[in-house]
């Protein structure tokens, strides 16, 4: 993981719901930065034979830095990190994060936030309600669940915020009718959705034929980090073969190996990285090179592309 | 080497400002190469950077920290519209004044300090005599509004970007030092919007790359990059709404006082994600030196006279060098052997 991961001891671990699980996080080397609400951190686990790395939404207080605190649903069918983090995390247990970052920001010019969460996606709007009610917005929450797995939370939820909560438990056979409470909303709301991909398309598609404008539809959309296939790279002009696996970019494994490569943002946009490839087919990751470029196969970016094969030759 | 502020020096009227030699051995020269062209040209900023450089910490305090202060408290009292944050940014204000307060006193014990109890806040810049208490997040509690309250202690212009729909809007900032924009013209407008009298960078796919990046900057990575433009005189104040009384300062340039006259005006700009608003913090810590002290490093000047020589007419005309320009490179030629 990158050089400025935080490591941070989970201090604390609550069953929240049949299914979900709450851990609470404090830092393990000074102090936790403040955070927005919609704000993600990804938890690396040390799993073998290589770790685990899930994002999870902050839903603590965001002014409160004491600690940070996630929710996680466990995915049986999945082989990842939800089932280390049910059955291998303890209390006491260090683990690695990101900082926070936020891609599912709420639009303080928004006449009114209407949240939609579905299940385990509650999590970014717990962090989102303190900040609400502190800036006396207008809000509502509509939160979706089954009674027997999902509904963390929803308890507290009715208590705080009485008429603003709706809760729809489906196995209860309580339904949200979506067209209905779109088609009522007062211009200038801000619909925020997070939640399985159904409920999303759901949304989508009833604000599209009420000609709501995108900007006013908001839904998390993860950018989970990406790793890739293990391949090697010759280096042309010296001869050497560089191994690069799953976890480690191109370019940071010409630095492991000494091989010099200019570049300034090691995000895929400035350019300053681009090598010349002299065979082997290229996983174009960049924002840099235009559609031309990459149809051509011939350059790049070892900030963030991969080889698509098993081999590169490259031009150093 | 450390810079120690030192007495108040004037950007106006009799210009006396002058940088010490540890200024000018300081400076950030802007050229790696002998050609200029617009690029994405954005870095990581990790700090501590190289002891004494510009780059050592996020924000950077010299010589002329008195002199700009004094400055800025000019140009606010001409004309308060140069600061202004829309009720939106009011956290994301209080974030800068979080992220101010604890790098300077971390990073100038000597000048200034931070002392927390829970919301509590007690703040004393020695610099200026300011020794204030106040409730963190509550802006009544500050003697100004505290967008001016922090921008009145800081080197540097800064604009407050809040982030929405993929897009940075220029909602909040304090302006007083422009390289000839204003921030009343391009308050609420959006990245490509307020970049539109660019030229050349817009076709070049510039801003759609550089507004991807800034859009994915986390927290506590900040990046930097590095701006330039030709001054006439030590002026700070270069900005639209005072274009009467430093326009005609371009058709002041002669053959003898060039080296004198001309400046050398770099922007040290750093992208920092705020943490409780979400919002970025753009801030552009001018630097000026006269083409005279820069030519006492003969490696600056060499490149100077390259770079001038090669500058593309579309961004003579942009920087609004025209009339002077070709003074500059004539004056520069001398420095540069293969001339
Ligand atoms: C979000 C932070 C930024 C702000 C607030 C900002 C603001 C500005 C403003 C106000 C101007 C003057 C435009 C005019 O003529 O009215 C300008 C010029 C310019 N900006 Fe930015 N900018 C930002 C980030 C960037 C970035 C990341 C780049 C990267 C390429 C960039 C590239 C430029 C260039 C090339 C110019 C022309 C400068 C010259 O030739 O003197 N800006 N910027
Ligand atoms: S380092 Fe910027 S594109 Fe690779």
Same mark, same amino acid.
Request: hydrophobic share 35%; with cysteine.
């Given at each position: ?64 830095? @004491? ?43 928004? @006449? ?6 579905? @299940? ?15 800036? @006396? ?180 | ?13 009799? &210009? ?25 040209? %954005? ?9 004494? #450089? ?35 940014? =009011? ?15 971390? =990073? ?58 993929? =897009? ?29 009298? *660019? ?6 796919? %510039? &801003? ?30 270069? #900005? ?8 005609? =300062? ?11 006259? *001309? ?6 700009? *750093? ?10 913090? &753009? ?6 030196? #006269?083409?005279?002290?820069? *030519? ?44």
């Amino acid at each position: 993981m990158s050089t400025d991961s935080i490591r941070v001891r989970v201090s604390g671990i609550e069953q929240v719901s049949p299914l979900i699980r709450e851990f609470t996080l404090e830092a393990i080397d000074g102090e936790f930065l403040a955070f927005s609400p919609g704000s993600h951190v990804v938890v690396e686990m040390p799993a073998e034979p290589r770790p685990h790395r899930n994002a999870y939404s902050l839903l603590s207080d965001p002014r409160d830095s @004491g600690c940070y605190r996630i929710a996680v649903r466990l995915q049986e069918q999945s082989r990842g990190g939800s089932v280390y983090m049910h059955e291998s995390v303890k209390v006491g247990d260090e683990l690695s994060i990101t900082p926070p970052a936020n891609l599912f920001a709420p639009n303080w010019n928004a @006449g009114k936030h209407l949240l939609l969460a579905g @299940g385990v996606g509650i999590t970014p709007f717990m962090a989102y309600l303190p900040e609400l009610k502190r800036r @006396g917005a207008d809000f509502e929450l509509h939160y979706l669940y089954r009674g027997s797995s999902t509904g963390a939370y929803r308890e507290q939820l009715k208590a705080e915020l009485g008429e603003q909560c709706f809760l729809y438990d489906s196995e209860a056979g309580q339904r949200c009718a979506l067209g209905e409470l779109l088609a009522d909303q007062p211009r200038g709301t801000h619909v925020y959705i997070c939640g399985p991909e159904e409920l999303i398309a759901g949304v989508r598609e009833v604000t599209e034929e009420l000609g709501w404008p995108a900007s006013h539809v908001h839904f998390e959309a993860f950018a989970a980090p990406q790793p890739g296939k293990p391949f090697e790279v010759e280096l042309s002009r010296s001869g050497r073969t560089v191994k690069v696996d799953g976890e480690t970019t191109l370019l940071e494994a010409l630095e492991d190996a000494e091989v010099d490569v200019p570049h300034l943002c090691r995000g895929g946009v400035c350019g300053q990285c681009v090598t010349r490839v002299l065979s082997g087919d290229i996983e174009h990751r960049d924002e840099f090179l235009s559609a031309a470029e990459r149809e051509q196969g011939d350059c790049i970016m070892p900030c963030v592309s991969r080889a698509s094969g098993k081999r590169l030759v490259i031009d150093l | 080497m450390r810079m120690a502020p030192k007495p108040i020096q004037s950007f106006r009227d009799d &210009f006396t400002y002058s940088n010490s030699p540890g200024a000018v051995a300081r400076f950030p020269f802007p050229f790696p190469e002998d050609e200029y062209m617009y690029s994405v040209n %954005i870095e990581p900023h990790v700090t501590p950077g190289p002891e004494g #450089s510009v780059y050592e910490h996020l924000l950077d305090i010299d010589e002329h920290y008195l002199s700009e202060m004094h400055e800025r408290d000019l140009v606010l009292k001409e004309n308060p519209k140069r600061c202004l944050a829309m009720p939106h940014m =009011d956290l994301a204000c209080w974030d800068m004044i979080d992220r101010v307060m604890h790098c300077f006193s971390e =990073d100038y014990p000597e000048h200034f300090k931070l002392t927390k109890a829970g919301d509590q806040w007690t703040w004393e810049n020695k610099l200026l005599n300011i020794n204030d208490s106040f409730t963190f997040g509550d802006s009544s509690t500050l003697p100004l509004p505290p967008m001016e309250y922090i921008g009145r202690q800081v080197q540097g212009d800064f604009a407050l970007l809040d982030q929405r729909d993929g =897009d940075l809007f220029m909602d909040a900032g304090i302006v007083t030092c422009p390289a000839d924009w204003s921030l009343a013209f391009d308050a609420g407008m959006g990245f490509k919007e307020w970049h539109g009298p *660019v030229p050349m960078a817009h076709e070049m796919g %510039i &801003f759609d790359r550089a507004l991807k990046y800034l859009c994915a900057i986390p927290l506590g990575r900040p990046v930097r990059r590095l701006n330039w433009t030709l001054t006439v005189n030590a002026r700070m104040d270069t #900005s639209p709404e005072t274009y009467p009384s430093w326009g005609s =300062d371009r058709a002041s340039v002669t053959p003898e006082n060039v080296g004198e006259k *001309v400046h050398l005006r770099v922007e040290l700009q *750093v992208l920092d994600r705020m943490s409780r608003s979400n919002a970025l913090m &753009f801030s552009i810590r001018t630097y000026l030196i #006269s083409l005279e002290d820069l *030519v006492t490093n003969p490696e600056w000047a060499k490149r100077m006279h390259r770079v001038m020589k090669g500058l593309p007419e579309q961004l003579i005309e942009y920087k609004g060098l025209t009339r002077f320009h070709p003074l500059v490179v004539d004056w520069l030629a001398k420095y540069d052997p293969a001339n």
